[in-house]
């Protein structure tokens, strides 16, 4: 059942007029601190304000990750938004409705269970009482702290949740307003910043002529240490000198990388802290097989088709407002204040929406950017703008991971031999560095500015209670009678390295499900029976089940003929939604998706069709970085500047997906956004696999690594 009590985000945000209130002509604001990226969030959360205040959702409108106007709740991460913020506003909203009930029913001098409300109106015995939210605004007062006692709808009761409403933010996005990068003002001034290529490079040397001549026009060049930015009126010259910028820099110093960066032997080399997690019983002895395999994740970015926008302003109060597609406009008003030595009450981030990311990317890098620039410019709206190559080249990384697997089969040889002890160990730098976490300012134009505030000597990864970073789901849900996790955190490392969707998940699911075949293989079992043999959690047996159903397990292809059917399983942070993958795989020289088939246990669904798409977008990120991204390195730096460089998925490339909702509604909503990531990864490695009769282990499954296979 859907559980009453006081979510963190009302604990932490306890006025009910912090996410409620009631606006002229009928409308209703909710406001939310999760932001919408492109996961429908913002959709959702109209449903269930709209369910729980019985008020039809085009009354609503949102107010979403703004420090001036809105709840802290914190990141939008972790496939936490609906868990968290929904729960917020149903409560919220469901106590508001109790309110305005009890408060009508006072004025009617009648009993509050005779009444009930239809689209915002109090009705009795079915017909209109007169009165409704807006008549009564003014009389119930929501500055109160939310009790938690009002009870919430019954899913049996719903008529909005679990409905495909259309989504809330796609009008203005179709009709070319409705990002970041569409906004514009009177005064405003265009700039584009001379990124670092290393870490503490030192810019000894700008050719400022140079850079002028190529403007053709009137522009400023701000240096301030080893930071640099061009301004002007005209957009176009500003990109122009900043290209010219970019190759006339001379830098010097700092610590350049070298070309085999992304390498399990250049990670394994660098200072590492280790920790060990024993779960369960270790066993006697070690007799039985033992089976061992290493997988490999290199370094890998986002490959957002937009690249990060930012603008600010200081009027002349002083005031500093930034607008920015940040993930976290709390943390991000912090920071900024803190990297520009202000009072965190004269900065206020508005957040604005953009090209899709999920994790950290350059969104508060290119805000921090502006807000800079703009207290040197007051007055004026300072907009920056990253190029495709400032976005491959600045950054942050998602973290590359290794991961060493060994298990001890039952000494028996029988059919479905299982381990009686699993080791995981992996080696991994940290998987976050947002704004704000662990002590970091976490804007890396500011360590090029003079005197950056100081930096913990120390980085750390997400703490195991928290999910995790690149220990996120390394606990195989399998019932393992010993499970040991080796986590070596690769720290200091010379690159900035934060949260790529799933963080750690994405890798360690990978690998635990490619083991897991590799273990059904070595017992001469079926892969998915092996998996149910492991298995007793119902709703992780019932998406596996569903899965091999859909795509007709185990399939007809022979194993090594160049076609090939695999599954991968994974619940993610062993707390959010279920989800089991197949994919059917062609393999010549390179891999052809045939078809991908999911089954996913969401729990209670807000939007059917929005837990589709989330699942479905899961699926075809995934397979870009299971089949084609691998950032390169070279001349001290990043050398992928293009997506010649750096390709993805391409949408010719995309199979037909089908995905089945297989979970009840009784059950609390669970986080969906991340669920198909490593299945998906795993599903096709394993598919891999059986068409060419041999394991690659190491991401991504390129036509290098299948043309070696095939010759070895």
Known sequence: MIPNTLPQSLLDNPLLSDWVGFEAEGRVRVSTGKVEIGQGILTALVQIAAEELDVDPS?????????????????????????????????????????????????????????????????????????????????????????????????????VVGQNLPRVDLPAKIEGRGFIHDMTAHDLLHARVVHRPWQ??????????????????????????????????????????????????????????????????????????????????????????????????????????????????????????????????????????????????????????????????TADDVAFDAAFLATRHPGRTVRVLFTREDEFLAAPMGAAMVIRMRAVLDAERRPNRLPKSWTIDLASPVHSNRPGSHGHH????????????????????????????????????????????????????????????????????????????????????????????????????????????????????????????????????????YMAVAAEVEVDESVRLVKIWGAADCGLVITPDGAVNQLEGGIIQAASWTLFEELRFADGKVATAMWDDYPILRFSQIPEIDIRLVGDDRDPPLGVGEAAMGPTAAAIGNAVARALGTRIRSLPLSRDRIMAALLA
């Open 59 to 159: 009354r609503i409108r949102t107010v979403s990750g703004e420090t001036s106007a809105g709840p802290n709740e914190g990141v939008t991460a972790g496939s936490t938004s609906v868990a968290m913020s929904g729960a917020a506003i149903r409560l919220a909203c469901a106590e508001v409705r109790a309110l305005f009930l009890t408060h009508g029913a006072e004025r009617l001098g009648v009993s509050a269970e005779t009444l009930d409300m239809e689209d915002g109106r109090i009705r009795r015995d079915g017909q209109d009482t007169g009165h409704d939210y807006w008549s009564l605004a003014g009389e119930v007062d929501l500055v109160r702290p939310a009790t938690g006692g009002a009870p919430a709808k019954s899913p049996t009761r719903y008529r």
């Open 442 to 577: 976490g804007l890396r134009s500011r360590e090029a500015l003079p005197n950056p505030p100081p930096q913990p000597a120390m980085r750390n990864d997400n703490p195991d209670a928290a999910g995790g970073g690149a220990s996120r789901n390394a606990h195989a849900l399998y019932d393992l009678p010993f499970h040991r996790m080796i986590h070596h955190t690769v720290d200091p490392i010379p690159l900035r390295t934060s949260s790529l969707r799933g963080l750690g998940a994405f890798a360690n699911i990978f690998a635990i499900e490619s083991f897991i075949d590799e273990l059904a293989e070595a017992a001469g079992a079926d892969a998915v029976a092996y998996r149910l043999a492991l298995m007793s959690d119902p709703r992780a047996r019932g998406v596996i089940e569903a899965a091999a159903e859909m795509c007709g397990w185990p399939g007809t292809a022979p194993v090594g003929e160049g076609r090939g059917l695999g599954l991968g399983f994974g619940r993610y942070k062993n707390r959010a939604a």
């Open 200 to 361: 503490n490079a030192r810019l000894a040397s700008l050719d400022e002529a140079a850079i002028r001549r190529a403007a053709g026009t009137p522009i400023e060049i701000l240096r301030d240490g080893d930071f640099a930015a061009i301004l002007g009126a005209r957009e176009y010259a500003v990109q122009r000198a900043a290209l010219v910028a970019r190759e006339k820099a001379v830098w010097e110093g700092g610590t350049p990388l070298p070309d085999t960066t992304n390498s399990p032997d250049w990670l394994l080399a660098q200072p590492a802290r280790s920790r060990t997690v024993d779960t369960g019983t270790p066993p006697a002895d070690d007799d039985g097989e033992i089976v061992e395999a290493t997988y490999w994740r290199p370094f890998q970015t986002y490959g957002s088709i937009g690249p990060s926008c930012g603008l600010s302003r200081l009027d002349e109060a002083g005031h500093l407002t930034v607008w920015s597609h940040t993930q976290n406009p709390y943390a991000l008003r912090a920071q900024i204040a803190r990297a520009l030595d202000r009072p965190a009450e004269t900065v206020t981030v508005l957040h604005r929406q953009a090209a899709g990311c999920y994790g950290h990317n």
